[in-house]
């Protein structure tokens, strides 16, 4: 089986600061992972995933990831935080033969303060 | 390229009642999910449908139910509405081109409240 942990169901920052936002997983088999986000009264929205190639994943809006196999990790992080990137952030896994089972974290709210 | 498309929005219903949720994909895509999402259970897998058979399934009583048609839109059904169904039910759409897994798509999704 497996599941994700999103350590902190709320995060708050300053405008410009570091944003870091964690995910541990447990996956008896190599994982697909993903990060989405929601903005209020809408659907999921594609941030980055890791699909076994390289560990540092870039993704849009100046987001980033790196998968860390010894630490089961697979945190968010992005350098400067806008006051546009508050909104609900989900970590999810599957695996290469997992289909389109996608299995979810509780979430993470980031709220970012002026 | 259009997103994908869910209708309705916005549901009312009744316990006792059923529900059917509409779904539209990404065009050219074949592989739709389902997943429901509410505050104390978070985001859960429902079914997923390719070339309009069921080949995922996930934890949930068969008063939920799904199909997928020829041109790929899915239909989920849910009999029996209890107030605990009361969720978003969120459509995903992929290409699904391999056995294995493809990047999803979300729909706004359609937010179902049972009174």
């Known amino acids: 089986a497996q599941s994700v942990t999103q350590l902190g169901s709320h995060v708050s920052v300053s405008e410009g600061a570091l944003v870091l936002l964690r995910c541990n997983y447990s996956?008896?088999?190599?994982?697909?992972l993903f990060w989405y986000v929601q903005y209020p009264n809408q659907g999921l929205q594609l941030l980055l995933k890791?699909?076994?190639?390289?560990?540092l994943v870039k993704g849009i809006n100046g987001f980033e990831a790196e998968f860390k196999k010894s630490e089961t990790s697979f945190h968010l992080t992005k350098p400067s935080a806008h006051m546009s990137d508050a909104a609900e952030y989900f970590c999810?896994?599957?695996?290469?033969?997992?289909?389109?089972?996608?299995?979810f974290g509780a979430g993470t709210i980031l709220r970012v303060k002026s | 390229k259009a997103g994908v498309t869910q209708t309705p929005r916005y549901l009312i219903k009744t316990r006792g009642q059923q529900v059917t949720l509409s779904c539209s994909p990404i065009s050219g895509h074949r592989s739709v999910s389902w997943y429901q999402q509410t505050p104390g259970q978070g985001l859960q897998f429902l079914f997923e449908y390719f070339s309009e058979t069921q080949r995922n399934k996930g934890n949930f009583p068969g008063r939920f139910s799904g199909r997928q048609f020829s041109n790929s839109r899915s239909e989920m059904n849910v009999s029996t509405l209890e107030l605990g169904d009361s969720a978003l039910y969120l459509c995903?759409?992929?290409?699904?081109?391999?056995?294995?897994?493809?990047?999803?798509?979300f729909g706004p999704g359609t937010r179902l409240t049972v009174l």
């Open positions: 996956s008896s088999v190599p994982p697909y």
């Open positions: 995903a759409s992929s290409p699904r081109t391999s056995g294995g897994t493809d990047t999803q798509y």
């Open positions: 999810a896994v599957t695996s290469p033969k997992g289909g389109n089972k996608l299995v």
């Open positions: 890791y699909t076994s190639a390289a560990t």
